[in-house]
């Protein structure tokens, strides 16, 4: 188990409230293409723009290009969102996706970069230009509530928003500008290069909670970030990426761009890690040695790689290059999209991509498969670029509709219960090559809750009714693994047993069986027992909860993705009880996390009294208490017909 499972993860489009069209209006989904109104879409709490608007000048908070300029610094040269709207942004096109010479770029800075790398791009993909397609809308249409549920919703609401006020002043207490706050002990990380992690990443829950002045506090401390220093050996390109280029786009698109700095500082970080693509194949150097190669060095991509952090680079990419104009960013991730859609129905389990990624050769060659850690958001991220892209390129609907199949087939699977509970989990395979067959372990990860909220928008976008029920039983899978935890709350990995038969009745007897399987374990308590005796002391001595068949890792780290499926699948059925269902979360996740100042990660989900580990993730603040501020909130507050979620 790895020591940060959070590196794995993509997850979550953590944090990323990314604007497409410019603040928060509605977004007209059957608008002609010609409706150059604005709109947006948000990934994972940050905000992307409607893909029908022409230029990026209607993001500008007034029509006064000079009013604009006035809050760019000098230094920071042009504002690129003033670029002419006639201007292409690339030459006459050629090749498959219209590639084209790389344009002079207007900051000498860039132009240096882009002609020192040892592996220059002769002509970039540009971002598509064919008119945006109609996407169906995916939130319910709510009537007016009832004064008594309006009042326990706003009593909710403002316990949410209380508890990010109480870690937020404990951060900018005890760890102002550090990446993350040590919620015990008041110290503080630099684990994701001392940029300030936590500052960016919860920009755009600052905005959402109307937390103005906390945002103006944290947007002037960010114009201190230099991106020149860092304080890591090795960049993780994907969680800075995710924590870093997410928290300023989607605060900055949110905002309505009032704070041109934070796109300033995002361009600056997007230059950067744009080195890491400068390989033989353009396939991006995911544990990057930036210093090594900024000093002149030529790298090649890891012969084993992790696919998320390969294929999880797409939304804040491409959100870059719509804000910027700068086509390279969408060259960047579009190379990685062609190799995933050439490699889609080669792999072991055709249809999905393993875990593991020979991004050198383009090759996959593993034969692990999850929806879990370390692949999780090359899926997820699916359906959020083609509604990024305003479904302007049928790849990703191609390759999303592609995975359906092999994952409920394979993956997908209904756990053995005692309530008979009507749910499904995703867990893992390996499959055995020589006898073409697939051996699913039927762990479950708490990363994987993100599926049920994917397949519900999955099933809205791209006409698939039928996969509505398969999103409410993983949701409904992640609810019910909250609900029986001695705690009430679902541990990082655990495994239970699969039903034989669409009947599924409970079998304690099969159930003890399996644990004491799993457990394999002989020792002075248990020689001389049954199975089932075995199996029964095994239960009780590591406190499973009845169906759970082992507890691999019973930590909880403040992570988002099960509320995020419960907020999305609230929003799509306006069904009260998951409204419910996350205050039950929330008040048992306060209950055991809670310090004296913020919230911390907990050791064990079972135990009487929780040991609490002196961590507070970045991502409790920008995504977790995010969506429990959402679903609590007025229904039209990040609407799904306004933002991608």
Known sequence: ??????????????????????????????????DTSQAS????????????????????????????LSNVSPAAGPDPRLAPPAKPLVQEPIGDHGETEPVPSQSPAAEAKLNSQHYPVKSLIPLPTNAPVSIPKIQHIFSSEALGDKAERENRLAAVKASFVRSWGAYKKYAW?????????????????GWGATLVDALDTLWLMDLKEDYEDAVKAVDE??????????????????????????????????????????????????????????????????????????????????????????????????????????????????????????????????VIMDAKEGKFTDVGFTLGGMADSTYEYLPKEHMLLGGTNPQYKKMYEATMTPVQKH????????????????????????????????????????????????????????????ARQLVDGCIWAYNHTQNGIMP???????????????????????????????????????????????????????????????????????????????????????????WRMFQAIENCTRTDFANAAIDDVTAEHPVKDDRMESFWMAETLKYFYAIFADPQVLSLDDYVL
């Open 225 to 354: 970030i230099d991106f020149s220093t860092i304080q890591l050996e090795q960049l993780n390109v994907f969680e800075t990426t995710i924590r870093y280029l997410g928290g300023f786009l989607g605060a900055y698109d949110l905002s309505g761009g009032k704070h041109p700095i934070l796109l300033k500082k995002a361009k600056d970080l997007g230059d950067l890690l744009y080195g890491a693509f400068d390989t033989p194949n353009r396939m991006p150097v995911t544990r990057w040695r930036w210093e090594e190669w900024r000093k002149g060095a030529k790298q090649e991509a890891q012969e084993s790689s992790l696919v998320a952090e390969v294929g999880s680079l797409t939304l804040e990419f491409t959100r870059l290059a719509q804000l910027t104009g700068d086509a390279k960013f969408y060259d960047a991730i579009q190379r990685i999209t062609d190799v995933l859609d050439r490699e889609q129905n080669r792999t072991a389990l055709p249809g999905l991509w393993p």
């Open 177 to 193: 500008k550090k990446d993350e706050l040590a919620p015990i002990s008041g110290g503080h990380s630099t684990i994701w290069g």
């Open 411 to 470: 993956i997908f699977f209904r756990p053995m219960t005692p309530d008979h509970a009507d749910i499904l989990f995703p867990t893992g395979v390996r499959v055995n090559t020589n006898a073409n067959q697939t051996v699913p372990d039927y762990k479950i990860q708490h990363l994987g809750c993100f599926t049920g909220g994917m397949v519900g928008i999955g099933a809205k976008i791209f006409d698939r009714p039928d996969d509505l029920r398969t």
């Open 492 to 582: 990082e990995i655990f495994a239970m047993a699969p039903c034989i038969d669409e009947e599924c009745k409970w079998d304690e007897e099969k159930w003890l069986k399996i644990v004491a399987i799993r457990y394999d374990r002989i020792d002075r308590f248990t020689e001389g027992m049954s199975d089932e005796e075995k199996g029964r002391w095994i239960a009780e001595d590591q406190r499973l909860p009845v169906g759970f068949t082992s507890l691999t890792d019973s930590r909880y780290i403040l992570r988002p993705e099960a509320i995020e499926s419960v907020f999305i699948f609230y929003r799509m059925t306006g069904e009260k009880k998951y409204q419910d269902a996350a």
């Open 1 to 34: 188990m790895p020591a940060n499972v959070r590196e794995l993860r993509m997850g979550p489009l953590n944090n990323l409230v990314y604007s497409v069209g410019g603040g928060p209006q509605p977004l007209n989904r059957s608008r002609p293409h010609n």
């Open 41 to 68: 879409v948000i990934v994972r709490s940050r905000v992307f723009r409607n893909p029908a608007t022409p230029t990026l000048a209607p993001f500008l908070p007034s029509d006064d290009p000079q009013q604009h």
